[in-house]
């Protein structure tokens, strides 16, 4: 079967990825594009090399979303690497490659590290060039391999000019993409024995008709993909509906509840009495699991904590915290202490399901519309407001950072998207440093634009925890209201979509 792409595509978080990798690796502090001597001198083989954390190969492979490429860190892909040559020689490709117990690499580049790396250092410095002067003859008769081409490809266009290049980075989901926008078909066989990367991917962008690239990747979202998953749900339906057919094949059906879990379903509340250590608690998860399983299309036996609340009525355990009291908030700015309702475990519990019943009640049309709306709008926000950030840090030429709390100061636009923060001014990168992630920001965006995040105290960490609110609370506060007001001042831009 085809590779296919991924049902969810971020635009923001593409771009913000982008951003991020042409910022370390092909712009200087100005935003200017780097001289053939600074890509070299800034392209060492230390920073090259995978095996050993971030570097450029590892963030032409992990920085962007989404999207993959086959083998992570491949010698073959990528022609140098760190790493364990015993391990690396017993794959297929092992008998061409050479190493000096530091590095690997592939041994038609040279009889050295330093010779090898010489050689990839001039085909992704000439490829860089290439593609800045959009010379797709020198782009294709460079001597990288092609995913490695079509990475680059993407990842240095110029966001704002006419593209370049889809973000796809396989033969076989390019080939996929003709057929399905109907470019070419299974008939044009010399056609497709010929034909090299760059020459499908020029077709794909003419056919798309984009402007520039933000242009490109909604056309990839709204379009490409969507007839890219029409037919993978066609070849899907039409393997299920084979084997339902074929001899000694049966249908999977749901099956009937266990006695205990029929018992909840019957009489709601269920008491479980015995010795500790009798298993009365594992029972009751067991049955909670089994009820809750299919909410959400579970197969596993992982409980739905969407689904399920659990909570133990210890003697310290009252109404305040079962259904509501109120709780100490932080000192304010003159120190003084106050309190502030909060839900306890049954009433938030209540409220949950009655917002899922709400939802439920909807028309899967409607519901539908209103997350693709919601999901367009933050991409817009989430899109906008990074390019913001990234404007700014470009003007920043004392390299201050842009203040975000007290002395923690916002100084790069990270992986995916994320706000790379850290307390105080300079260019030098500390080790103790911060990172916001875009999916809390998405996550709780609407909640504090309707006022129900009143305080720091209301971001919740992401899965389990001993704390009430996020590690990082503070920090998202602030920058949800950063972002708030960018909205409120800019409604016209990001605003569309949700007018």
């Known amino acids: ?111 050295s590290a330093k010779e090898a790396f010489k050689k990839i250092q001039k085909q992704i410095c000439d490829l860089i060039e290439a593609i800045w002067a959009r010379d797709y003859a020198a782009i294709e008769n460079n001597a990288c391999y092609e995913n490695v081409k079509m990475r680059l490809m993407f990842y240095c266009q110029d966001w704002d000019k006419i593209p370049l290049a889809m973000p796809i980075w396989t033969k076989e989901l390019l080939q996929t993409a003709l057929k399905c926008l109907g470019l070419h078909t299974d008939k044009d066989a010399k056609w497709w024995a010929k034909v090299k990367y760059t020459s ?3 077709e794909l962008v003419d056919s798309s008709k984009a402007h520039n690239v933000q242009d490109l990747c909604e056309y990839y979202k709204n379009t490409l993909d969507k007839k890219l998953q029409a037919q993978k749900t066609s070849a899907t339906k039409s393997e299920d509906s084979s084997m339902t057919s074929a001899p000694g094949k049966e249908t999977l059906e749901k099956s009937a509840p266990s006695p205990e879990a029929q018992l909840v379903l019957e ?18 998860r067991e049955i909670a699991e089994e009820l809750t399983k299919n909410n959400s299309g579970l197969t596993t036996g992982k409980s739905n904590d969407e689904y399920v609340e659990f909570c133990q009525f210890h003697p310290s355990y009252d109404y ?74 470009k003007q920043d030429k004392a390299l201050k950072g842009i203040q975000l709390l007290k002395n923690m100061r916002i100084h790069r636009i990270g992986k995916y998207g994320s706000v790379i923060i850290w307390n105080g001014e300079g ?35 992401t899965g389990p925890s001993e704390s009430e609110y996020h590690g990082n609370a503070a920090y998202y506060f602030k920058s949800l209201s950063l972002n708030n007001t960018y909205f409120s001042k800019n409604n016209n831009t990001c605003g569309k979509v949700e007018q």
Not at 37 to 44: F, G, K, P, V
Not at 320 to 344: A, C, H, Y
Not at 448 to 453: D, E, L, M, Q
């Open 200 to 202: 499908m991917q020029k």
């Open 1 to 111: 079967m085809s590779v296919q792409p991924k049902e969810y595509i971020n635009v923001a978080k593409i771009q913000a990825a982008v951003l991020a990798f042409q910022q370390k690796w092909l712009l200087d502090a100005s935003g200017n594009k780097l001289s053939r001597a600074q890509l070299e001198a800034n392209l060492t083989i230390d920073k090259y090399c995978m095996g050993k954390g971030a570097g450029f190969c590892y963030e032409l492979e992990q920085g962007e979303p989404y999207f993959s490429l086959g083998q992570a860190g491949a010698p073959n892909s990528h022609g140098i690497v760190f790493g364990d040559a015993n391990k690396i020689k017993n794959k297929s490709y092992g008998k061409t490659l050479k190493n000096d117990g530091i590095y690997v690499w592939r041994g038609n580049l040279g009889n």
């Open 320 to 393: 305040t915290d079962f259904v509501e009291g109120l709780r100490p908030v932080p000192p304010d700015s003159t120190g003084n202490i106050g309190f502030r309702r909060k839900n306890g475990t049954f009433k938030d519990f209540c409220k949950r399901a009655a917002d899922n019943l709400n939802e439920y009640r909807k028309s899967k049309e409607k519901l539908n519309k209103e997350q693709a709306r919601q999901t367009q709008f933050l991409d817009r926000l989430q899109t906008a407001f990074t390019t913001y950030i990234y404007d700014k840090l």
């Open 267 to 284: 009489h709601k509340n269920v008491i479980f009495t015995g010795a500790p250590g009798t298993g009365k608690t594992h029972m009751a």
């Open 427 to 461: 260019a030098e990168e500390p080790t103790a440093k911060q990172s916001l992630s875009w999916t809390i920001i998405r996550r709780d965006y609407e909640e504090f634009k309707a006022g129900n995040i009143k305080s720091y105290m209301d971001i919740k960490p």
